[in-house]
């Protein structure tokens, strides 16, 4: 299963991530790269909400994850922020 | 009382001071004027390196966006000795909505813009899109897949 991180950006810029496909721990450790790289663009986020998903969280992502499989044909890409 | 009003925002650009350089060359300023850019033009404004206060007063800034619904207009500011980002404008006279809705959009844009490059920066194939949320109104979703 492919790592991915989905993440929300709200009003204000606010910004929620959810990471699926990362093994034990691997979302904290991820999860703090992500911190760091969005420091260098001067942008700090606090974590301290990132809690565990549950295990019914976790299979529903892996029936999901195995549908995606079975339809790659679903990849359009869009880019409303399309920077000129 | 007409005031010219400045929020502190999330957003501070300290990579280029914390290594000596100057703020212009960070790799959040080129982002920010890009956000700037695409948020006047998403809401039909014009960009300009001045806002006015209720009296005609100019005040310089970074970048700014003037409206049509806003004429004095929001103007960006990034501080030479921290990097901090702050918005400013004079909103008085009922103007505060519109002056929050600029602001909100150009932080929406910014982080939107920095998440992606950010993940592009940790290798991830990158997929930015636009959602409808109920209470939010406009939400951007970045996809990133390792």
């Known amino acids: 299963m492919s790592r991915r991180i989905h993440i929300r950006v709200g009003r204000r810029g606010k910004v929620k991530a959810d990471f699926v496909g990362f093994p034990g721990d691997d979302c904290f450790d991820e999860s703090e790269s992500l911190q760091t790289a969005l420091a260098h663009y001067g942008i700090r986020v606090n974590s301290q909400n990132l809690t565990p998903k549950t295990a019914e969280e976790i299979e529903r992502e892996l029936e999901a994850a195995a549908g995606e499989d079975l339809d790659k044909t679903k990849t359009g890409v869009s880019d409303p922020l399309r920077r000129k | ?146």
């Open chain 2, 1 to 146: 009382m007409s005031h010219v009003t400045t929020l502190a925002t999330e957003i501070k650009l300290e990579t280029a001071l914390a290594n000596g350089h100057p703020l212009e060359s960070d790799p959040g300023w080129t982002l920010l004027e890009d956000a700037v850019k695409i948020a006047a033009e998403e809401l039909g404004g014009e960009l300009s390196t001045n806002i006015r206060d209720y009296y005609g007063r100019k005040l310089r800034c970074d970048w700014g966006i003037v409206t049509e619904g806003f004429p004095r207009g929001v103007g960006v500011r990034v501080s030479r000795s921290d990097g901090e980002v702050t918005f400013a404008y004079d909103s008085y006279g009922g103007y505060d909505a519109i002056a929050e809705k600029i602001c909100d959009s150009i932080a929406q844009n910014y982080t939107a813009l920095a998440v992606t490059e950010a993940l592009r920066s940790l290798n991830y194939q990158v997929d930015l899109s636009e959602e409808a949320h109920p209470t939010e109104g406009r939400r951007f979703l970045v996809k990133g897949v390792l």
